[in-house]
Nanobody
Framework: QVQLVESGGGSVQSGGSLRLSCAAS????????MAWCRQAPGKEREGVAG???????TYADAVKGRLTISQNNAKNTLYLQMNNVTPEDTAMYSC????????????????????????WGQGTQVTVSS
């Protein structure tokens, strides 16, 4: 399994921006599907954005146009740029990886399904105040 370490979370006001980072312990580009998922208190974990192994991206309906997933292959790092955040974005954000296939299943809200991923980071908290 690949080890994943997230950073970049914090507190931000509604309408602000954050960039989350996820450092992987090995080269993941084109070998792993990668994703950002989040879990708010009392809610199920949901997929926010993902990359399949051919570089295609998927976003949950609630974040399209505001959150952007990207990766720096030379640094084995995955990013999540969060713009125009709202209090509904408050959650623990986790990075996930899968080497189980070239793509992943989709969740009911349009993003990657968390059950498709077997390696997880410890998470980084994002809190958005109104």
């Amino acid at each position: 399994q690949v080890q994943l370490v997230e950073s970049g979370g914090g507190s931000v006001q509604s309408g602000g921006s954050l960039r989350l980072s996820c450092a992987a312990s090995r080269y993941t580009y084109r070998n792993y599907c990668m994703a950002w998922c989040r879990q708010a208190p009392g809610k199920e974990r949901e997929g926010v954005a993902g990359f399949d192994t051919v570089g295609s991206t998927t976003y949950a309906d609630a974040v399209k146009g505001r959150l952007t997933i990207s990766q720096n292959n030379a640094k084995n790092t995955l990013y999540l740029q969060m713009n125009n955040v709202t209090p509904e974005d408050t959650a623990m954000y986790s990075c996930a990886a899968s080497d189980g296939g070239w793509s992943y299943a989709l969740g009911s809200r349009g993003g990657p399904h968390p059950a498709s991923f077997g390696s997880w980071g410890q998470g980084t908290q994002v809190t958005v105040s109104s």
